[in-house]
């Protein structure tokens, strides 16, 4: 009988998490290309993004809340660095396009100062390393917070777009895989850009890839 107790009990929590998985969809970003799976429909907010050598992006974030979850993905748009910076009022001698073109730097160094800012929060470090999505590089971040809530954080730069994904989750909740991992990347048509490796270890995005 304790058995046949246990085994429904274990059927019961895998038949409520399957239902609860049922209730994601895979939510799409035509402004900002790219697709995750997501538990209700995100709220927007655009926001401005102060980089790491003084210019200030645009930005927007996408929200989803379901119950005690937060899923989150920020998106920054460097697409026009150059004049960004350019307007910048704060600039010194060392801007100068003769010098280090900070607009350039402010772009390649933007997932490091992302993560940067991660570390900095006053949340403890329990995994810190190098990733890729569909191999677009990027770094992932594990964090337990001041209120034992865990965040689960993934940063990349693709066509000078940083994209940050960042689940923030009970203590008891297991990783966010099915939210971090989901990440997808459009173009302007709208189809998803997958890449591979090529023997020179160049990436070339492969022709038909699968849905």
Not at 42 to 54: A, F
Not at 55 to 65: D, E, H, L, M
Request: proline content about 5%; overall charge negative.
């Amino acid at each position: 009988m304790q058995r046949l107790k246990t085994i429904s009990l274990v059927s019961a929590l895998f038949l409520s998490s399957t239902c609860f998985a049922q209730d994601w969809f895979e939510f799409t970003s035509s402004e900002d290309l790219f697709t995750i799976n997501m538990p209700v429909e995100p709220v927007v907010e655009d926001i401005d993004w102060p980089s790491e050598y003084g210019a200030v992006f645009p930005g927007r974030v996408y929200t989803s809340t379901s119950r005690d979850r937060i899923y989150a993905v920020t998106v920054i748009d460097y697409t026009d660095a150059l004049n960004v910076h350019i307007a910048r009022t704060n600039t010194t001698a060392a801007d100068g396009p003769v010098n280090y073109q900070y607009w350039r730097i402010d772009v390649i160094a933007s997932v490091a100062y992302a993560a940067t800012q991660f570390r900095n929060r006053g949340s403890e470090v329990t995994y810190d390393a190098w990733h890729h999505i569909e191999r677009v590089a990027g770094h992932q971040l594990n964090l337990t917070n001041p209120d034992d809530t865990r965040s689960y954080v993934g940063i990349y730069l693709h066509k000078e777009r940083l994209y940050i994904v960042e689940a923030t989750v009970p203590q008891r909740a297991p990783p966010q895989g099915h939210f971090q991992q989901s990440l997808g990347f459009n173009d302007e048509d709208g189809l998803r850009v997958r890449y591979q490796w090529a023997d020179d270890g160049s990436l070339y995005r492969e022709e038909n890839p699968n849905p």
